[in-house]
């Protein structure tokens, strides 16, 4: 006969059982995540009140900017796509910082004027607490 552990939240009831457990703890622990505190984005603007002609592609200037972040979070790529033309400008980060991610897309974007770069959208990581500055 086989008994479930799930059923037993304090192992109380069937405490011979505490030495089949991987690490025999009394108690189950809570598992919390990595992260205690989200990072809140100032002043950000949701994705729902950009202007319209921003969500349709007929225009060039209109740039989407995300980050992906490697499974030991020290590393990251940045990814810039222009939303018409679907050019895509992609960047090692060394670090997940703000500031590593502001030079990034001042630098990527340095070789368009000013007049073709209308609008940016940001991702809502914490390497974008510093978007006002990019601006």
Same mark, same amino acid.
């Given at each position: =006969?086989?008994?479930?552990?799930?059923?037993?939240?304090?192992?109380?009831?069937?405490?011979? #059982?505490?030495?089949? #457990? !991987?690490?025999?703890?009394?108690? *189950?622990? /809570?598992? *919390?995540?990595?992260?205690?505190?989200?990072?809140?984005? +100032?002043?950000? /603007?949701? /994705?729902?009140? *950009? !202007?319209?002609?921003?969500?349709?592609?007929? %225009?060039?200037? *209109?740039?989407?900017?995300?980050?992906?972040?490697?499974?030991?979070? +020290? #590393?990251?790529?940045? /990814? #810039?796509?222009?939303?018409?033309?679907?050019?895509?400008?992609?960047?090692? =980060?060394?670090? +997940?910082?703000?500031?590593?991610t502001h030079n990034l897309i001042v630098k990527r974007l +340095? =070789? %368009?004027?000013?007049?073709?770069?209308?609008?940016?959208?940001?991702g809502n990581g914490s390497e974008n607490t510093v978007h006002e500055q990019t601006?």
């Amino acid at each position: =006969m086989r008994i479930s552990l799930t059923r037993f939240r304090f192992y109380k009831e069937a405490p011979e #059982l505490r030495d089949c #457990l !991987p690490k025999a703890h009394q108690n *189950r622990r /809570v598992k *919390r995540p990595y992260r205690t505190k989200p990072n809140r984005i +100032k002043n950000r /603007v949701s /994705v729902h009140n *950009r !202007p319209i002609n921003a969500n349709d592609r007929k %225009y060039f200037g *209109r740039w989407e900017s995300d980050s992906i972040v490697s499974g030991c979070r +020290k #590393l990251g790529i940045n /990814v #810039l796509i222009e939303r018409k033309t679907r050019l895509a400008h992609i960047s090692l =980060m060394p670090d +997940k910082t703000a500031n590593t991610t502001h030079n990034l897309i001042v630098k990527r974007l +340095k =070789m %368009y004027d000013s007049q073709t770069v209308h609008s940016i959208t940001y991702g809502n990581g914490s390497e974008n607490t510093v978007h006002e500055q990019t601006n």
